[in-house]
């Protein structure tokens, strides 16, 4: 984030000091102030945390951790699961990640479950209490023996 905001902030620091008053305007209509920096570096902040909490989700779909992934929930959160329909709330949420694991919590003995996540579009509220993101996914699941 520094390398973003910081030579931006160097342009504002020149041309408050010295210069003619005419390049002085004209710099400062074409620089962004501090209130849009600090914006932009705030946006980029949340989309970070949208993308960790991304990760921290397919880390814990890859080991099957149920519990945890729930706990990155909102107690509102709607999960989408195919055919099965929408489940609301933690406990149908719970209830849904349990079923696709057949009852238990972790991977069953020689069972893949790798989610590789890619392209992540992500996009903050103006308001920055909400955000939206999209991945795509190439999956790798399996069963040995099964």
């Known amino acids: 984030m520094k390398r973003r905001i910081m030579p931006a902030l160097l342009v504002l620091a020149a041309g408050a000091s010295g210069g003619s008053a005419g390049a002085q305007s004209a ?51 709607t999960l989408e699961y195919g055919p099965a329909g929408v489940f609301v709330g933690k406990a149908h949420a719970r209830a849904l990640l349990y079923a696709i694991g057949y009852g238990k919590s972790g991977l069953r003995p020689q069972q893949l479950r790798e989610h590789v996540q890619l392209q992540p579009v992500i996009n903050i509220a103006p308001d920055g209490r909400t955000a939206q993101g999209r991945w795509r996914a190439i999956v790798l699941l399996g069963q040995f023996h099964e």
């Not at 400062?28 to 949340?46: G, H, V």
């Open 27 to 77: 710099q400062s209509q074409d620089t962004p102030n501090i209130a849009q920096l600090e914006q932009q570096a705030t946006q980029l902040a949340d989309i970070e945390a949208v993308k960790r909490l991304q990760r921290a989700y397919g880390y814990y779909l890859d080991r099957s951790d149920w519990d945890n992934i729930v706990d990155l929930l909102t107690d509102d959160a």
